[in-house]
T-cell receptor, first 115, second 114 residues
Framework: DAGVIQSPRHEVTEMGQEVTLRCKPI?????LFWYRQTMMRGLELLIY????????DSGMPEDRFSAKMPNASFSTLKIQPSEPRDSAVYFC?????????????FGSGTRLTVV | AQSVTQLGSHVSVSEGALVLLRCNYS??????LFWYVQYPNQGLQLLLK??????LVKGINGFEAEFKKSETSFHLTKPSAHMSDAAEYFC????????????FGGGTRLMVKP
């Protein structure tokens, strides 16, 4: 299994531009999570999908952020317009079920820099 | 609400010394507890987990953790540190009535001196 695949690994963009981060979960996993990691705030859960349906998006910082999961094998996190304070590492994680017993498998992350 | 506190954002040990990383949680119901490790420029990897049963849990790379309900703790230990253990370690908790949502602690960066 290739694990959770995120793209791109690095993204540098100018303030005001649209940014799209992509995630392919492990096949058969039906829970998907987007996290943001910064030095100041640590790991923050942005949104949680189960069976492609958003269950909890209370961590999405503001309307500039949106996430979709059109099918079981693909999810996107979009920031429009981007701002320098959005600079962070964004992680996608997946889990085989909606039970807390399983734990998560994380992707390698996308390092976003907004200049 | 659940929360996780990791005491010490940085811990430094000598190679061969005991590693002890502290984690305390708050929860009004039995928790599920996890330790993850993050190496530089990588995602988080599961080290070990406690769900039910035996309170002493063994994980990968020689790490273990003990769930102590009376102390609301889940400290991570390893008898002898290796240079390759240098990384950031995260404790996480979820509740059986919180679906599958993990709450992470702030992380502890472990440094291993030769």
């Amino acid at each position: 299994d290739a694990g959770v695949i995120q793209s791109p690994r690095h993204e540098v963009t100018e303030m005001g531009q649209e940014v799209t981060l992509r995630c392919k979960p492990i096949s058969g996993h039906n829970s998907l999570f987007w996290y943001r990691q910064t030095m100041m705030r640590g790991l923050e859960l942005l949104i949680y999908f189960n069976n492609n349906v958003p269950i909890d998006d209370s961590g999405m910082p503001e309307d500039r952020f949106s996430a979709k999961m059109p099918n079981a094998s693909f999810s996107t996190l979009k920031i429009q317009p981007s701002e320098p304070r959005d600079s962070a590492v964004y992680f996608c994680a997946s889990s085989p079920g909606d039970s807390p017993n399983y734990g998560y498998t994380f992707g390698s992350g996308t390092r976003l820099t907004v200049v | 609400a659940q929360s996780v506190t990791q005491l010490g954002s940085h811990v430094s040990v000598s190679e061969g010394a005991l590693v002890l990383l502290r984690c305390n949680y708050s929860s009004s119901v039995p928790p599920y507890l996890f330790w993850y490790v993050q190496y530089p420029n990588q995602g988080l990897q599961l080290l070990l987990k406690y769900t039910t049963g035996a309170t002493l849990v063994k994980g990968i790379n020689g790490f273990e953790a003990e769930f102590k309900k009376s102390e609301t703790s889940f400290h991570l230990t390893k008898p002898s540190a290796h240079m390759s253990d240098a990384a950031e370690y995260f404790c996480a908790v979820t509740l059986n009535n919180a679906g599958n949502m993990l709450t992470f602690g702030g992380g502890t960066r472990l440094m291993v001196k030769p």
